[in-house]
């Protein structure tokens, strides 16, 4: 499966809409004006794009803590976004779930997951649902490398497979669990063997390459839609940034760091592109300007937001009635 | 008016729940085939196919999130513990996940998961198979908890569980399952959250007990009857929401109180109740509330230990007493 012109450009415009978005809400964090724990995503942009490009509006996801990227290429409006990082009432969860929780459910995305691993069966129990509603929405788990050194991976692979749901499994391999890099947590190298144990195919591609990306999982969603169970597949890529943003990364060199940087997803769709007389440099530059508009505009939003009125702060522990 | 046993009252109203609303399931260990190994989910798979009642891998961290996933995509799924115990191997999805997600989302998301199963001691499963789990379901803000002592009780309260667009702890006890009583035929019949049941009415010492306990504060009751002491019982049925005013009523009534319950002593919800009813009917208690629970001390496989371990109907009978100064 080949992506069209027009889908790698869209791809292109949300790894920059990502990439920019998570550059402002680092800029407000050193600035003291967001809190918290914040997990970016900067240099992992291409599976996150390129993925929810070829998932349909309805589809579900769930994500992670590193979860901006997956949020924002689901369809989030980055204002609202932004304006959960910051904690303000506009926020997608009114300023309750923050960074690590931030969902957009009329969107499909069953919220990022502050738990490793934690948001893996959800993801299950929503293709579980499509498949009894039989109405062809297939779902996605995104994942970090360490969550699948957790039960509940094991768990919920099995589960899917046995009932052939329709989910795909999506490992964002960065090469670390916070400080502890993979060869020294996990057994295997590459982790998409962990498939075998259920029977289900797994593949492992370069995760900066949004074209090798794009074709294993269009060969996956095509599956899942056949009714033939799911995939897992390991998008082997690396975070640029802390594992959170006051990380101070004692476990690893500027030099790998800088060389990891030359593999840039962004940089690299951008030459295919040219190369392929697919965009004008022009065009891309005006896209990259957009996305930083949009920033911009979310900030100026997130910033003149107003806080949560405590007044209301146990509301929503429970559903009482009403519209929502 | 029907006669029937508290586990097939809670089939009966699955079953009758399964036939109103297409996107009630129920999944589990077990429950297929084998029907649960206490029976309350037999006959579904036969009446509704394998589609909505089905066999889970023993994975209850999986099935437990699945719920939730497919609560959240429009279904409303009964998910069965066999054992409240195994919660604990599923408590990530539970405590984190299930209890959090409307919260955290801004209210934008309906969680309506019944998650069900028994608890309690008296069938020998020994320390991993015999735990009262509930103080921890009340502790943590998001889930409703019931815990039906009758088969009325149980097919109204589960009901209301699986109409509620909330995750709810629907708490069973295994030696409950062959109790008798009358259930109402009404296919709508259901009991609110929130309401304790007056189980005696009395004037001289208020009893709030849960599962088993009721029983055996009754057979207390009686005792004390003789000696000339009435008490009064009272049944909470949900612990979430907590009928409050249900029970401090009963104890400005009475003057003295005494708290029973099968789990641990230790923080269990006799002492949220004794506190509530501190905070709200001080003023009228005659005598410190008593607490009873079990020991602080793993369940005891071995009948007499276990038994040692669990309060009895004597250690009731002496703690209404003791309210009453003549113990």
């Known amino acids: 499966m080949k992506m069209e012109s027009s889908q790698l450009k869209n791809v292109y415009f949300t790894m920059n809409k990502i990439r920019k978005f998570e550059e402002k809400a680092l800029h407000l964090f050193e600035t003291n004006k967001l809190r918290g724990s914040v997990h970016l995503c900067i240099g992992q942009e291409a599976t996150p794009a390129t993925v929810c490009e070829l998932l349909n509006p309805d589809d579900y996801i769930a994500s992670t803590h590193r979860g901006h990227g997956h949020c924002i290429a689901k369809g989030a409006d980055v204002r609202l976004a932004l304006a959960e990082l910051m904690g303000r009432a506009t926020g997608y969860c009114k300023g309750r779930g923050g960074s690590m929780h931030i969902a957009d459910v009329d969107a499909g995305n069953l919220g990022a997951n502050a738990i490793v691993g934690g948001g893996i069966p959800i993801a299950v129990g929503a293709a579980l649902a499509s498949k009894m509603?039989?109405?062809?929405?297939?779902?996605?788990?995104?994942?970090?490398?360490?969550?699948?050194?957790?039960?509940?991976?094991?768990?919920?692979?099995?589960?899917?497979?046995?009932?052939?749901?329709?989910?795909?499994?999506?490992?964002?391999?960065?090469?670390?669990?916070?400080?502890?890099?993979q060869w020294e947590s996990t057994a295997v190298k590459d982790l998409s063997v962990r498939a075998a144990s259920y029977n289900i195919p797994g593949v492992t591609v370069d995760g900066n390459d949004v074209l090798a990306i794009a074709e294993a999982f269009a060969k996956a969603a095509e599956r899942v839609r056949a009714g033939e169970g799911p995939t897992l597949i390991e998008c082997k890529t690396y975070r640029w940034m802390g594992h959170w943003t006051g990380d101070p990364?004692?476990?690893?060199?500027?030099?790998?760091?800088?060389?990891?940087?030359?593999?840039?997803?962004?940089?690299?769709?951008?030459?295919?592109?040219?190369?392929?007389?697919?965009?004008t440099a022009e065009e891309l530059d005006a896209m990259e300007k957009k996305a930083t508009d949009l920033a911009d505009e979310a900030e100026e939003f997130a910033l003149n937001s107003p806080e949560p009125d405590p007044e209301h702060v146990l509301d929503d522990v429970f559903y009482e009635g009403g519209d929502n | 008016m029907a006669v029937m046993s508290y586990v097939n009252a809670i089939k009966e109203t699955m079953a009758a729940e399964m036939r109103r609303?297409?996107?009630?399931?129920?999944?589990?260990?077990?429950?297929?085939?084998?029907?649960?190994?206490?029976?309350?989910?037999?006959?579904?798979?036969?009446?509704?196919?394998?589609?909505?009642?089905?066999?889970?891998?023993?994975?209850?961290?999986?099935?437990?999130?699945?719920?939730l996933g497919a609560a959240c995509a429009g279904m409303r799924p009964i998910v069965e513990l066999m054992y409240m115990d195994f919660a604990f191997v599923?408590?990530?999805?539970?405590?984190?996940?299930?209890?959090?997600?409307?919260?955290?989302?801004?209210?934008?998301?309906?969680?309506?998961?019944?998650?069900?199963?028994?608890?309690?001691?008296?069938?020998?499963?020994?320390?991993?198979?015999?735990?009262?789990?509930?103080?921890?379901?009340?502790?943590?803000?998001?889930?409703?908890?019931?815990?039906?002592?009758?088969?009325?009780?149980?097919?109204?309260?589960?009901?209301?569980?699986i109409r509620d667009d909330n995750p709810v702890m629907f708490i069973e006890h295994k030696q409950l399952y062959i109790k008798k009583g009358e259930v109402p035929d009404d296919p709508d019949f259901m009991i609110p959250f929130g309401k304790a049941r007056v189980v005696?009415?009395?004037?001289?010492?208020?009893?709030?007990?849960?599962?088993?306990?009721?029983?055996?504060?009754?057979?207390?009751?009686?005792?004390?009857?003789?000696?000339?002491?009435?008490?009064?019982?009272?049944?909470?049925?949900?612990?979430?929401?907590?009928?409050?005013d249900g029970i401090c009523n009963s104890v400005k009534k009475t003057g003295r109180a005494v708290v029973v319950h099968e789990a641990h002593r230790t923080c269990g919800i006799g002492a949220e109740i004794a506190s509530t009813i501190m905070d709200n009917a001080f003023?009228?208690?005659?005598?410190?509330?008593?607490?009873?629970?079990?020991?602080?001390?793993?369940?005891?496989?071995?009948l007499g230990l276990e038994n040692a371990v669990v309060p009895q109907t004597k250690d009731i009978i002496d703690a209404v007493k003791k309210t009453l100064y003549k113990a």
């Open chain 1, 133 to 181: 509603q039989k109405n062809g929405k297939i779902a996605v788990s995104f994942f970090g490398d360490s969550a699948t050194n957790e039960g509940v991976f094991h768990e919920a692979l099995n589960f899917a497979a046995v009932w052939k749901l329709p989910v795909v499994f999506v490992c964002e391999n960065n090469g670390f669990g916070i400080s502890v890099p």
């Open chain 2, 283 to 302: 003023m009228y208690l005659d005598a410190p509330v008593v607490r009873l629970g079990a020991k602080a001390c793993p369940l005891p496989f071995n």
């Open chain 1, 249 to 279: 990364q004692p476990y690893r060199t500027r030099e790998e760091v800088e060389e990891w940087k030359k593999k840039c997803p962004i940089k690299r769709l951008r030459e295919y592109l040219i190369e392929n007389g697919m965009a």
């Open chain 2, 21 to 67: 609303d297409e996107k009630i399931f129920v999944m589990g260990e077990d429950v297929e085939v084998l029907g649960g190994i206490f029976g309350a989910t037999r006959g579904l798979a036969q009446e509704f196919g394998v589609e909505r009642c089905f066999n889970t891998p023993i994975s209850e961290s999986a099935f437990v999130g699945a719920g």
């Open chain 2, 90 to 161: 599923a408590m990530d999805q539970i405590l984190n996940q299930v209890a959090k997600t409307r919260y955290i989302f801004g209210g934008k998301a309906k969680v309506p998961l019944v998650i069900r199963g028994q608890q309690g001691v008296g069938r020998g499963n020994a320390a991993t198979h015999s735990q009262s789990v509930e103080a921890i379901f009340m502790h943590f803000p998001g889930l409703k908890v019931a815990m039906p002592s009758t088969p009325e009780d149980a097919a109204g309260l589960l009901r209301t569980a």
């Open chain 2, 200 to 244: 005696r009415e009395g004037k001289d010492c208020t009893i709030v007990a849960t599962h088993v306990y009721v029983y055996k504060a009754l057979e207390a009751a009686e005792e004390l009857a003789k000696e000339g002491i009435d008490v009064e019982i009272i049944d909470p049925r949900t612990l979430v929401p907590l009928d409050v």
